[in-house]
T-cell receptor
Framework: SQKIEQNSEALNIQEGKTATLTCNYT??????LQWYRQDPGRGPVFLLL?????KEKRKERLKVTFDTTLKQSLFHITASQPADSATYLC???????????FGQGTTLQVKP | DAGVIQSPRHEVTEMGQEVTLRCKPI?????LFWYRQTMMRGLELLIY????????DSGMPEDRFSAKMPNASFSTLKIQPSEPRDSAVYFC???????????FGSGTRLTVV
């Protein structure tokens, strides 16, 4: 069956460190992968999109990698800040169905 | 642009009542999506439209759920009759097309008692 797996345990890191979140998938042929941020009581906010033929994408302090062989994406936040504390969701667009399917998300807590 | 606008923000209704959720997408976005979010199941895609036409409604849980998009600036999701297990946050999102991120509304928190 198709699965998108994100670490369900919260990630706690110290301010200034690099946070790395993982997204693994099985039985998907994603055309691209997206990362979103969600704060409590709010809708997800789009951060980055990376296509299947791209290895890496950067935006300010954010970096996403996409390894279609390992079926994995890594999401990095460098020089993390308490304001980066939120739940981060990865989402795959299935090239078969055209649907964007979300993982369950990983909660990041950055401590000052 | 004010973003994707959803109403109401909160809805509490009794089991068996009809519930209508509303969404105004971003002007110029050709795609509109309805998602439901619960702790147990996360974000689930219910239905999506392209140019006001429903493309895939395979995520709609039952015939009690229906969605319409009469024009490019308005969509509704209706539940009739509502049941307690429909309690969730319902999000509407819009997108400019394949290869673009989605813009989500603030959601409607539905509680069916």
């Amino acid at each position: 069956s198709q699965k998108i797996e994100q670490n369900s345990e919260a990630l706690n890191i110290q301010e200034g460190k690099t946070a790395t979140l993982t997204c693994n998938y099985t039985n998907y042929s994603p055309a691209y992968l997206q990362w979103y941020r969600q704060d409590p009581g709010r809708g997800p906010v789009f951060l980055l999109l990376i296509r299947e033929n791209e290895k890496e994408k950067r935006k300010e302090r954010l970096k996403v990698t996409f390894d279609t062989t390992l079926k994995q994406s890594l999401f990095h936040i460098t020089a993390s800040q308490p304001a980066d504390s939120a739940t981060y969701l990865c989402a795959l667009l299935s090239s078969n169905t055209g649907k964007l399917i979300f993982g369950q998300g990983t909660t990041l807590q950055v401590k000052p | 642009d004010a973003g994707v606008i959803q109403s109401p923000r909160h809805e509490v209704t009794e089991m068996g009542q009809e519930v209508t959720l509303r969404c105004k997408p971003i002007s110029g976005h050709d795609y509109l999506f309805w998602y439901r979010q619960t702790m147990m199941r996360g974000l689930e895609l219910l239905i999506y439209f392209n140019n006001n036409v429903p493309i895939d409604d395979s995520g709609m849980p039952e015939d009690r759920f229906s969605a319409k998009m009469p024009n490019a600036s308005f969509s509704t999701l209706k539940i009739q009759p509502s049941e307690p297990r429909d309690s969730a946050v319902y999000f509407c999102a819009s997108s400019a097309g394949t290869g673009y991120g989605y813009t989500f509304g603030s959601g409607t928190r539905l509680t069916v008692v």
